[in-house]
C-alpha cells in the first residue's frame, strides 16, 4: 500500500501563486509514475499534470500548460505542483495520484493509489 498525503492548498487572489505538496509513504515508492487532478464542485475529475518515475516525462492539461509545473524528490518520496498566474477557474480539490505503472496517464482509472485531496480556492 501506498498513503498520499497532499498539502499546501489554500486561498489566493487571482494571478498569485501556490506550492502544492504530495508526500508518499507506505510501500516502495519506486518506479511510480505520479498525476496531479482536479475536482470542482459538481463537475468530474480532471487531469491536471502528470510526470514519470525519473521525471523524464511531463504532461499538462491544455488549461494549465505554461502555468503550472509538476516536479518530484523521489529522495523526499515527494511530488509537487507549482501553480502560478492562478485563475479563479483554477479552483478546486487537487488530489494527487501514483500509478504502478512508470507511464504518462491522463485518466483516473489508471492510478492505483489517491491522496484525500487539498482545496485550492483563487478569488477574483
Known amino acids: 500500500q501506498v498513503q498520499l498525503v497532499e498539502s499546501g492548498g489554500g486561498l489566493v487572489q487571482a494571478g498569485g501563486s501556490l506550492r502544492l505538496s504530495c508526500a508518499a509513504s507506505g510501500r516502495t515508492f519506486s518506479g511510480y509514475a505520479m498525476g496531479w487532478f482536479r475536482q470542482a464542485p459538481g463537475k468530474e475529475r480532471d487531469f491536471v499534470a502528470a510526470?514519470?518515475?525519473?521525471?523524464?516525462?511531463?504532461y499538462y492539461a491544455d488549461s494549465v500548460k505554461g502555468r503550472f509545473t509538476i516536479s518530484r524528490d523521489n529522495a523526499e518520496n515527494t511530488v509537487y505542483l507549482q501553480m502560478n498566474s492562478l485563475k479563479p477557474e483554477d479552483t478546486a480539490v487537487y488530489y494527487c495520484?501514483?500509478?504502478?505503472?512508470?507511464?504518462?496517464?491522463?485518466?483516473?482509472?489508471?492510478?492505483?493509489?489517491w491522496g484525500q485531496g487539498t482545496p485550492v480556492t483563487v478569488s477574483s
Open positions: 510526470i514519470t518515475w525519473v521525471g523524464e516525462s511531463t
Open positions: 495520484a501514483a500509478t504502478l505503472r512508470n507511464t504518462i496517464l491522463v485518466h483516473t482509472r489508471g492510478y492505483n493509489y
